[in-house]
């Protein structure tokens, strides 16, 4: 009798909740999950978000909550419903731009909502919450490159400024009460599913033209660095910072490819990249500097490394190549 029980344990579908999780990054969260056997429940009010990031997923027997979270109660219906054992936390107000003309909005969802999952992962026991932060966002303008988490956080936008409260809010509610957390810094990250006709990443925009034979604009001299991680490389660190010796690690931890790259070496690498394919990347046009972008960023890795036993396995060609072929 006992040998049936553990069976039963042993077959017993881990449910998950992923806020955010018909927009880029989170509908990979989502699918990733899915092949794990979970039973996913995807929160998202389909903002900037797409039902068809989920087709696969919701075939497969995913649920979307079209909802926002900023709604308190009816986030903690879902929770009280579906019971979580995992809650991935992306649902956000990503526009850095936006942030500057309506930082209210911005600190209503990026602030307010990590609060509603928050208080609804603690009625309901949540095991793990991981959340979602920005390394680019929160270093600014960083005096050590590689940047390490006990930088010096210096925003240059109310978007990092929103997204440090909400890693504040995740630290206070793991001291408060007892609901394990963590916050992923991501660097820049690119992949499928962005949308290469739309004004968001540049890998994406830059990818379409490529493909469309116009011309890259770059704001700046194309000096400015980024720290490119490809999506399913944040997938696997999402699932290692949830589970086992990862789901112990607290507080905020760098997640990028901890190399710096030039907009000017993104667009010599995805030229070759495109000459494999018989496309050329028209040289790009230059133009004014925008302000308050960042002029470098790199994030350092060895936590991630050390603590999550995550490192990213794509480079950026390997990534620029999945992105062309998925269009
Ligand atoms: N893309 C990057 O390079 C990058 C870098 C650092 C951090 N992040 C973080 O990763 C997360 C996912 O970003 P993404 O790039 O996939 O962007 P995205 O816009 O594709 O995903 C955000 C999702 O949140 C949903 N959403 C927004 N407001 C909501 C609300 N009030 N209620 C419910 N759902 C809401 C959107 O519909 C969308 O599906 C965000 O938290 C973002 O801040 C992204």
Same mark, same amino acid.
């Given at each position: 009798?006992?040998?049936?029980?553990?069976?039963?344990?042993?077959?017993?579908?881990?449910?998950?909740?992923?806020?955010?999780?018909?927009?880029?990054?989170?509908?990979?969260?989502?699918?990733?999950?899915?092949?794990?056997?979970?039973?996913?429940?995807?929160?998202?009010?389909?903002?900037?978000?797409?039902?068809?990031?989920?087709?696969?997923?919701?075939?497969?027997?995913? %649920?979307?909550?079209?909802?926002?979270?900023?709604?308190?109660?009816?986030?903690?219906?879902?929770?009280?419903?579906?019971?979580? &054992?995992?809650?991935?936390?992306?649902?956000?107000?990503?526009?850095?731009?936006?942030?500057?003309?309506?930082?209210?909005?911005?600190?209503?969802?990026?602030?307010?909502?990590?609060?509603?999952?928050?208080?609804?992962?603690?009625?309901?026991?949540?095991?793990?919450?991981?959340? %979602?932060?920005?390394? !680019?966002?929160?270093?600014?303008?960083?005096?050590?490159?590689?940047?390490?988490?006990?930088?010096?956080?210096?925003?240059?936008?109310?978007? !990092?400024?929103?997204?440090?409260?909400?890693?504040?809010?995740?630290?206070?509610?793991?001291?408060?009460?007892?609901?394990?957390?963590?916050?992923?810094?991501?660097?820049?990250?690119?992949?499928?599913? &962005?949308?290469?006709?739309?004004?968001?990443?540049?890998?994406?925009?830059?990818?379409?033209?490529?493909?469309?034979?116009?011309?890259?604009?770059?704001?700046?001299?194309?000096? &400015? %660095?980024?720290?490119?991680?490809?999506?399913?490389?944040?997938?696997?660190?999402?699932?290692?910072?949830?589970?086992?010796?990862?789901?112990?690690? %607290?507080?905020?931890?760098?997640?990028?490819?901890?190399?710096?790259?030039?907009?000017?070496?993104?667009?010599?690498?995805?030229?070759?990249? !495109?000459?494999?394919?018989?496309?050329?990347?028209?040289?790009?046009?230059?133009?004014?500097?925008?302000?308050?972008?960042?002029?470098?960023?790199?994030?350092?890795?060895?936590?991630?490394?050390?603590?999550?036993?995550?490192?990213?396995?794509?480079?950026?060609?390997?990534?620029?190549?999945?992105?062309?072929?998925?269009?």
């Amino acid at each position: 009798m006992q040998v049936f029980f553990e069976l039963i344990l042993l077959v017993e579908m881990a449910s998950s909740v992923v806020t955010g999780g018909a927009g880029f990054i989170g509908s990979h969260i989502v699918d990733a999950l899915i092949t794990r056997g979970d039973e996913v429940t995807v929160i998202d009010d389909l903002s900037t978000g797409r039902r068809e990031n989920l087709r696969d997923a919701l075939r497969a027997g995913a %649920t979307l909550e079209v909802l926002d979270v900023r709604d308190t109660a009816a986030v903690a219906a879902v929770f009280a419903r579906v019971r979580p &054992q995992h809650v991935f936390h992306l649902a956000a107000q990503i526009d850095v731009r936006r942030s500057v003309t309506d930082p209210w909005r911005d600190c209503e969802t990026n602030v307010g909502g990590i609060l509603a999952v928050l208080e609804a992962a603690r009625r309901t026991g949540v095991e793990r919450v991981v959340n %979602t932060s920005t390394g !680019g966002g929160l270093y600014g303008d960083a005096t050590r490159l590689p940047t390490p988490e006990d930088h010096e956080i210096l925003p240059l936008a109310p978007y !990092g400024q929103s997204k440090l409260a909400a890693e504040g809010y995740a630290a206070l509610y793991a001291r408060l009460h007892g609901v394990s957390t963590v916050s992923l810094r991501y660097g820049n990250v690119y992949g499928p599913r &962005q949308d290469v006709h739309g004004e968001a990443g540049v890998v994406a925009i830059f990818c379409g033209c490529l493909l469309e034979g116009r011309t890259p604009v770059i704001f700046g001299d194309g000096h &400015q %660095t980024r720290d490119w991680v490809e999506v399913s490389d944040v997938v696997a660190a999402n699932l290692a910072a949830a589970d086992g010796a990862g789901a112990a690690v %607290t507080g905020a931890v760098n997640i990028g490819h901890g190399a710096e790259t030039s907009l000017l070496d993104l667009v010599e690498a995805l030229d070759r990249v !495109g000459s494999r394919r018989g496309l050329r990347l028209p040289p790009p046009r230059f133009v004014a500097a925008r302000a308050g972008e960042v002029t470098r960023s790199c994030l350092d890795v060895g936590r991630a490394r050390a603590e999550l036993a995550w490192r990213a396995q794509v480079g950026l060609e390997a990534g620029l190549e999945r992105v062309l072929t998925s269009v």
